[in-house]
Nanobody, 120 residues
Framework: QVQVVESGGGLVQPGGSLRLSCAAS????????MGWYRQAPGKQRELVAA???????NYADSVKGRFTISRGNAKNMVYLQMNSLKPEDTAVYYCNADVIGWFTRSGDYWGQGTQVTVSS
């Protein structure tokens, strides 16, 4: 009843930019927060950036100054602008939505992931 879908990943050279998009849909009463996580092969999934319904943001130290998380006009949309990309940014990026649902569970919902590869 709740779906989270990411898009925008791809192959980019070091120093390049990508913009990831995420949309949450379904039986959603409200969204407390949305965020981006990433997981590289053999690594744990880590928080990249998050934004609350009130607009507060948090970033991993490794991406501060390079990545920007933002909300769309629709509250169910979130974006991640990634600039000055580095090879170590290579990972599968997952969108997360902390959802209050109608007639379905409330909590975290995850997208399927989108691959970001930074390579020359």
């Amino acid at each position: 009843q709740v779906q989270v879908v990411e898009s925008g990943g791809g192959l980019v050279q070091p120093g390049g930019s990508l913009r990831l998009s995420c949309a949450a849909s379904g039986s959603i009463a409200s969204i407390n927060a949305m965020g981006w996580y990433r997981q590289a092969p053999g690594k744990q999934r880590e928080l990249v950036a998050a934004i609350t319904s009130g607009g507060s943001t948090n970033y991993a130290d490794s991406v501060k100054g390079r990545f920007t998380i933002s909300r769309g006009n629709a509250k169910n949309m979130v974006y991640l602008q990634m600039n000055s990309l580095k090879p170590e940014d290579t990972a599968v990026y997952y969108c997360n939505a902390d959802v209050i649902g109608w007639f379905t569970r409330s909590g975290d919902y995850w997208g399927q992931g989108t691959q970001v590869t930074v390579s020359s």
